[in-house]
């Protein structure tokens, strides 16, 4: 910060603004490293059309992982339910089809809104850790989603009539890209145009000071875990059309991992109380650069990919971990 | 200081705004002034006084001058219940007379003119600890002090003076940027942990009832957790294995030397009272009796029959020999504890004071 | 006056009191819902199969939660040990133990380095080892189911003595001695402290990096002995070994009593909790129910629990 000032005079402000950005968000440098080194490595197959398509529509499923999620460990919390929202959202949205028809989709954002809602009452009112009460919700709607799929005697829960999301309007810009579109735009605006993100980031600083300059804690803890309800609502249908207008229907614990690790790389802290959820849209862009690039590289085996996703988290929280120095951490 | 004229603001700003409110704010001021160094202290009293003109307070406070200095009428209140009641305005009372009645005995002033202080002669005594050139960027620059065997060491400033980080760095809470430690004429590792500077007979002890104390433990548990080599017996020379019953008979030791009030040793701390907690506290530390003994506010908060008793243990202990480091923002503990009084600024010795000087510049 | 202390004690000792009318009221209905439930000795020995590995991870699993942690890797590491160690046995037979264990040791290491020396949380840091541990089962095996029919392997745990296989005594003798540590040892009280108060911890000279990395060694070790248990019983490894396992461990932990935040319960509790989620999974099994909605039946009862035990007075802010 020092040489920014020292440099003041002689650079324009535009310029010292650029460099602020850079030298804030270590995570817009790995972006570009990354792709430095895999166009550098393997660039007729990196470069290809088809493959900076491949990397905008997983870069649309990480982030909509990601984004809804970063409200909540804006607070100092953890969100682990926008999997159970994503994976039983899809099950109503498919159960749900015969009655309401196209609008069924819209289950997903009001779904996502009500799981927000009850974690949120929950976790503050009967004051139980939120990655344990979370990652319990994630657990129950996931079983009751493959429950769903026993029970209906069907192998997947593919809704067919959906089929026109798959085409986009905009060629080169996937589908699953312009329908995250929307909750970026409500995440980033949430963050950077209501009061709401200075609060949570406020909240998940300082709690006790939060509350004595006058913040409703509770209300704004309760607020933070309904919006990244709503988010992943609103992400999981991006998700939904990518998967080809399914959902999952099985638990895999390495999905969980993917949103986390898109927060962790984008420099949001576990601890709260920075970041937010334009940080998390970069982690998302960096996870999976590294994992197009990973698997373009010659001699990759697939078999090994679980061992990859679980290295390369582990580097991530070490990375992310500096900014947790001096925090009292179980 | 900034939350206090948070709450002023606050209220200035709900009744400023709206003119047809006549409401009078009743501003409840609970030990206002404990994080307060004493010139932060006069700042505020200063602003109190002023808004004194348009608004009613409660004052809740145990330091007697300030409640002389701010209040019209005082409540005495001891064992919840008004022990006596004076109307300032109408009658002259001196603070003596408060400190009786909130003791129900004589003060501790009196124990201030009894205790005598010995000049240390260096040349006769061991060094227990030295700290040479000790540095952190922000903190304290170049402080160095010897203390001596049985010698108790004040470091007296303002907040903010440095002083409380030069007593974490002592046991190993903060890591300085330089300098150097020494304790048994062995240098410190400074980057080591407080586990490590307790096997160099290091204690320490902070008045803040909660940090050091294990509330939700028996006071059994509570003093037995630092004197383990007391309280088990090692049969098979890999681990240790706890005898309950020397437990229980270390901490009833412990209860009836320090006239602890408590049902049993069974008796979860945190239904004792402030002074009983800090008596647990310094309680387990005795029974461990360290070369040197770090004490951080070590009467912060607790009424004035409790400190005397914690300033005899002290005393106690200083007489058996063991050194002390005192940081604290009451000058008359210093006055009651110290030998040695390093007066620091912004992060700097000013100046070295024996007892009497010390007495002398505060008048007391 | 009579009353009020009657509440208290029912509030103070809530812990114990759940856990032991859920025993007898689930033995109770289970009985009247199907007869033959503990009505042989043979559905007896099924049931000491079913809680005896069990019981050796949700040991490990209670010390890593009493210490104010988490640790999501214990299923991984069970399922890898039992993957190592049968991949290797043809091989090496029984000195494939030694490598078995060190290879968990070896995670439950990077798991306490992980917390206590690069302030990672532990969910955190437990969630991204056991992705490696699961990976590194994936590639050891190559997805393959393992089995191993040497008979002197599978007498490590179904030799029957007293009329009660071996395995049953393995886990109680691993029960007992995490008991012994946990309640009458420095170490056991370092845990508790750690789990109750990290400031005050510090402040009394514990050495907190020792003992965390210790807490989640110990913890992979016996996820390790259990995985290798659990092989012996069923003569084998494969790769849905521990997979819904996550859940009813946790479960079991919280439904004894041991509460989340750290610092209350104890290993001796855990016996309770693992009698209670095995006897409910094998009655609710016996009476048909389907596998998902019995996990779903133990996650309600966990977080219940886990509301239940947490004493909310002692913390001021929850995260």
């Known amino acids: ?330 | 200081m900034v939350e206090i004229a948070r709450a002023i603001l606050s209220i200035r700003l709900s009744v400023g705004d709206g003119e047809s409110s006549k409401i009078t704010p009743i501003i409840i001021l609970d030990e206002p002034t404990a994080p307060l160094s004493i010139e932060e202290r006069d700042e505020l009293f200063k602003y109190l006084l002023e808004l004194k003109k348009h608004n009613s307070f409660i004052f809740v406070s145990h330091i007697i001058p300030e409640v002389m200095r701010f209040s019209d009428r005082v409540y005495v209140l001891r064992d919840g219940k008004v022990a006596a009641f004076h109307d300032l305005k109408k009658q002259e009372i001196t603070e003596d007379l408060l400190f009786k009645e909130i003791v129900g005995r004589e003060s501790y002033y009196e124990l201030l003119t009894r205790v005598e202080h010995r000049l240390v002669e260096p040349e006769k005594r061991k060094v227990v600890l030295s700290v040479r050139n000790l540095s952190k960027k922000g903190f304290y620059k170049d402080v160095s002090f010897d203390v001596h065997e049985g010698e108790c060491v004040g470091l007296f400033g303002p907040t903010g003076c440095g002083k409380s980080e030069i007593a974490k760095t002592l046991y190993g809470e903060v890591v300085p940027d330089g300098g150097q430690i020494t304790a048994e004429n062995k240098p410190v590792n400074l980057k080591s942990g407080p586990h490590k500077r307790l096997k160099l007979h290091i204690g320490y002890f902070s008045g803040e009832t909660g940090k050091e104390l294990f509330l939700y433990w028996p006071i059994r548990k509570n003093v037995s957790i630092i004197n383990f080599d007391k309280v088990s017996s090692k049969p098979l020379k890999l681990f240790r294995i706890i005898n309950l019953k020397a437990e229980k008979n270390l901490a009833e030791k412990i209860v009836k030397t320090l006239n602890i009030k408590a049902p049993n040793v069974e008796t979860e701390c945190y239904s004792l009272s402030g002074g009983n907690k800090q008596k647990v506290s310094v309680g387990k530390w005795l029974e461990r009796s360290p070369k040197l003994l770090i004490l951080e506010d070590p009467t912060i908060g607790i009424d004035v029959g409790a400190r005397e008793d914690i300033y005899e243990v002290l005393l106690d202990m200083k007489k058996k020999g063991i050194s002390m480091v005192l940081v604290s923002d009451d000058p008359k503990e210093y006055a009651l504890l110290c030998d040695k009084i390093l007066m620091l600024r912004e992060g700097v010795v000013q100046k070295v004071m024996t007892n009497q000087e010390f007495r002398g510049v505060m008048e007391l | 006056m009579q009353p009020v202390v009657y509440k208290e004690w029912m509030q103070r000792n809530l812990n114990t009191i759940i856990p032991i009318a859920g025993l007898i009221v689930l033995i109770l209905s289970l009985r009247t819902a199907n007869p033959y439930f503990l009505a042989s000795w043979d559905s007896v020995i099924t049931l000491v199969y079913g809680m005896s590995f069990f019981l050796v991870a949700a040991c490990g699993l209670t010390l890593v939660i009493l210490m104010g942690s988490f640790d999501f890797s214990i299923p991984s590491v069970l399922k890898l040990s039992a993957m190592i160690f049968a991949v290797l046995y043809p091989s090496l037979g029984f000195y494939s133990l030694p490598v078995t264990l060190a290879v968990a040791l070896a995670f439950g290491f990077v798991n306490g380095l992980l917390l206590a020396r690069f302030n990672i949380p532990s969910f955190m840091a437990t969630l991204a080892t056991s992705m490696v541990a699961e990976g590194l089962a994936q590639v050891i095996s190559g997805g393959y189911t393992r089995i191993i029919t040497d008979p002197a392997f599978r007498a490590i745990s179904t030799t029957m003595i007293f009329g009660l296989p071996s395995i049953f005594y393995w886990a109680i003798a691993v029960w007992v001695v995490t008991v012994f540590i946990t309640l009458a040892t420095p170490f056991g009280r370092a845990v508790y402290a750690i789990g109750g108060n990290l400031v005050g911890a510090r402040l009394a000279g514990i050495n907190i990096l020792r003992v965390r990395i210790l807490v989640f060694m110990i913890g992979a070790l016996f996820a390790a002995v259990s995985g290798i248990l659990y092989a012996s019983q069923i003569q084998g490894a494969h790769m849905q070994v521990g997979v819904l396992d996550t859940i009813p461990l946790f479960a079991s932990v919280v439904v004894g009593g041991t509460a989340l935040t750290g610092g209350v319960g104890g290993v001796h509790r855990t016996l309770l909790g693992v009698l209670i989620i095995r006897w409910l999974d094998s009655g609710l099994s016996m009476l048909a129910i389907d596998l998902n909605i019995r996990m779903i039946i133990f996650g309600a009862i966990a977080i219940i629990m886990a509301i239940l035990t947490i004493d909310r007075k002692r913390i001021k802010i929850m995260k």
């Open chain 1, 1 to 330: 910060m020092k040489r920014v000032e020292k440099t003041m005079p002689r650079v324009s402000p535009n310029m010292v603004a650029v460099w602020r950005l850079f030298k804030t968000n270590p995570a817009i440098w790995t972006i570009l490293g990354l792709v430095v080194i895999f166009s550098a490595i393997v660039p007729e197959r990196f470069l290809s059309t088809s493959n900076l398509v491949a990397i905008l529509r997983s870069f649309a499923v990480t982030a909509m992982l990601a984004v809804g999620p970063t409200f909540v460990i804006l607070l100092g919390s953890i969100d682990l339910s926008f999997m159970g929202i994503w994976m039983f959202g899809g099950a109503l949205v498919w159960l749900l089809y015969p009655y309401l028809g196209l609008a069924s989709i819209l289950v997903y954002p009001i779904f996502g809104l009500l799981v927000g809602l009850f974690n949120g009452v929950v976790h503050v009112k009967a004051r139980i850790p939120s990655f344990i009460l979370t990652l319990a919700v994630t657990a129950v709607f996931a079983f009751l989603t493959t429950y769903v799929r026993n029970v209906s005697g069907v192998l997947t829960l593919i809704v067919p009539a959906y089929g026109f999301l798959r085409e986009s309007p905009i060629p080169y810009l996937p589908s699953p890209f312009l329908l995250s579109l929307p909750a970026i735009a409500l995440a980033l605006f949430l963050m950077f145009f209501t009061k709401i993100g200075t609060y949570l980031c406020a909240i998940g600083s300082n709690e006790e000071g939060a509350k004595l300059a006058g913040i409703n804690v509770e209300k704004y803890k309760v607020v933070g875990f309904m919006i990244s309800g709503f988010l992943t609502g609103l992400g999981s249908i991006a998700i939904f059309v990518h998967l080809g207008n399914q959902t999952r229907v099985d638990f895999d614990p390495s999905e969980l991992i993917r949103g986390l690790a898109a927060i962790v790389l984008g420099g949001t802290p576990l601890a709260g109380g920075m970041g937010g959820p334009h940080r998390s849209l970069l982690g998302a862009l960096i996870y999976v650069l590294i994992f197009n690039g990973l698997f373009l590289l010659p001699g990759v085996d697939p078999n090994h990919l679980k061992l990859y996703i679980g290295a390369l988290l582990l580097g991530a929280v070490v990375i992310a971990s500096k900014a947790l120095k001096g925090a009292l951490i179980t």
